[in-house]
């Protein structure tokens, strides 16, 4: 008995979810209605529980009547979490795999989607330095968070990340002395202003926003894993699109093309660091 | 002891001394084993889907890291890749974020148990097995609430205890056993399972 009533409970507890993703899309424009549930919710909750709300349909209430409440939604559903070169072995392929590629073109357009606060851009800034590239190219960082955004404008980051960051570095390949690279100020490392000289931060919804045009490499990590199949397909589309014929794709460890709508259209060129090709030849 | 047996999934969390017990549990588990397994282990960030490959090598089980949107299926065990939490979806599929630390950890024992206890209800069995902190304790917690079975391995037995005695002290565990009892419940209830099927054919 008690079990069919926690049944009840879930399900009024869906509905309700499903008509707060509906009111937030309706009003703020922001579409969280094909990410996956379990994590949404999970999120969700934890703030109506921090709030001591009793239901969702109270949060949907606040979320639509108080001003600037919705900006605590965004930064709960936007998991903003990244480091400068995670998994180091995916930016020691990007450097022996892609860049060599890359230099070949007289003029290299990379873009960043989901870049949180830009300390995976900064991570390739220092390694297109370093290859001698970074003057002939023109990075796009973009996010949907414009918080987030601000802060990698920036490129301050908290000192006592340096020391992950350098290991990071350093098993990324990196062939000079972390610690060129920024200034350390009190409790902040300050990256170097040229890091950031062909960098544009800019604000773009990947589920609503449209294509880039003519870009040699695409960087979305971790961001895939939040939507259902659905909303990835259309995003992997948006990707295939803006790539010239034989650019690259580098996802999250854990994302895939296998078994989406574009893998006919891209080769694999490290399956284990998830970088993809688009082939020359179109099928 | 008597079970109403309605099982189709077992999540399990363990931390230090985890990956002896597994081994030992993954080895004797039968053939066809008709349950679906998820495991979160803590490990260290770069652990590179060592352990999966391990014990899918002495397992009749197929043993793989999770990937993400990936359906579950009987005699399949998933475990959590390092770095990332480890959620299950109302489809059965399986969804992985890399939100921040629960308790200092990810995977988090408690993220997965928390979301599968919701959407396995009573079909569910949670196990807390050796480790070092009490991660997965309010998992259990959950888990019990939506009535699923609750186990944990004996303190007594386990090569680090705080985990085992975190999680008994929620007074929400339903058996404490040992690792040859908990194996020998689980075989006896994928038996079960092909039983009932029989019968019904
Ligand atoms: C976990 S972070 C990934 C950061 C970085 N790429 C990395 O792998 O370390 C995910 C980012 O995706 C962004 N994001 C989520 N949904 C988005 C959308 N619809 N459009 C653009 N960015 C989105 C979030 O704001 C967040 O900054």
């Not at chain 1, 006592?160 to 920024?182: L, M, P, R, V």
């Not at chain 2, 308790?103 to 569910?124: G, H, N, T």
């Not at chain 2, 690792?179 to 054919?201: D, P, V, Y």
Request: hydrophobic share 40%; proline share 3%; net charge negative.
């Amino acid at each position: 008995m008690e079990q069919t009533e926690h049944q009840n409970e879930i399900q009024t507890e869906d509905i309700e979810l499903e008509l707060l993703l509906e009111a937030i899309f309706k009003k703020f424009g922001y579409d969280f209605r094909d990410y996956n549930k379990a994590h949404v919710k999970r999120r969700i909750l934890q703030r109506k529980q921090s709030l001591g709300l009793r239901s969702l349909s109270d949060l949907q209430h606040k979320t639509l009547h108080e001003k600037g409440f919705i900006d605590v939604l965004l930064r709960d559903l936007s998991i903003n979490v990244t480091e400068m070169y995670r998994d180091p072995s995916f930016y020691a392929a990007m450097r022996n795999e892609v860049l060599p590629i890359l230099k070949t073109y007289p003029y290299i357009k990379i873009w960043h989607a989901g870049c949180a606060t830009g300390e995976e851009v900064y991570s390739f800034a220092i390694m297109l330095k370093e290859e001698g590239l970074y003057h002939r190219t023109q990075i796009y960082a973009t996010d949907f968070n414009p918080v987030v955004l601000e802060t990698a404008r920036k490129g301050i980051y908290p000192i006592s990340k340096i020391k992950e960051f350098t290991a990071n570095y350093q098993q990324a390949g990196g062939t000079h002395s972390f610690s060129e690279y920024y200034l350390a100020k009190y409790d902040s490392a300050i990256l170097n202003q040229n890091l950031r000289e062909n960098i544009v931060f800019a604000e773009h919804n990947l589920v609503t926003d449209s294509v880039f045009a003519e870009v040699h490499l695409i960087v979305c990590r971790n961001v895939l894993i939040y939507f259902n199949k659905t909303l990835q397909n259309r995003v992997l589309q948006i990707f295939s699109e803006s790539l010239i014929k034989g650019g690259y794709l580098g996802l999250g460890s854990k994302e895939n093309i296998m078994f989406t709508d574009i893998y006919p259209f891209f080769e694999t060129l490290d399956s284990k660091n998830k970088i993809y090709k688009k082939k020359v030849h179109l099928p | 002891m008597e079970l109403n047996n309605t099982y189709k999934v077992i999540v399990i969390g363990t931390s230090a001394g985890g990956l002896k017990v597994l081994k030992e549990l993954f080895a004797a588990l039968t053939p066809n084993f008709t349950l679906s397994v998820l495991v979160v282990q803590h490990l260290s960030p770069q652990s590179d889907g060592f352990m999966a490959h391990y014990l899918n090598k002495l397992s009749h089980l197929t043993i793989k890291e999770a990937d993400a949107g990936e359906l579950l299926l009987p005699n399949h065990a998933y475990i959590a890749p390092a770095n990332y939490h480890l959620l299950v979806e109302k489809d059965h599929s399986l969804s992985l974020s890399v939100s921040e630390k629960v308790s200092y950890a990810r995977p988090s024992i408690d993220v997965l148990f928390e979301s599968a206890a919701e959407v396995f209800l009573d079909q569910l069995i949670g196990i807390v097995l050796t480790g070092a902190n009490d991660d997965g304790a309010k998992g259990l917690i959950n888990i019990h609430q939506f009535g699923g079975l609750t186990i944990v391995q004996d303190p007594a037995e386990a090569e680090v205890s705080a985990m085992p005695l975190a999680a008994i002290q929620t007074g929400k565990v339903d058996h404490v056993l040992g690792m040859s009892e908990i194996i020998k419940l689980l075989n006896t209830l994928s038996e079960q399972n092909h039983l009932g099927k029989q019968r019904s054919i």
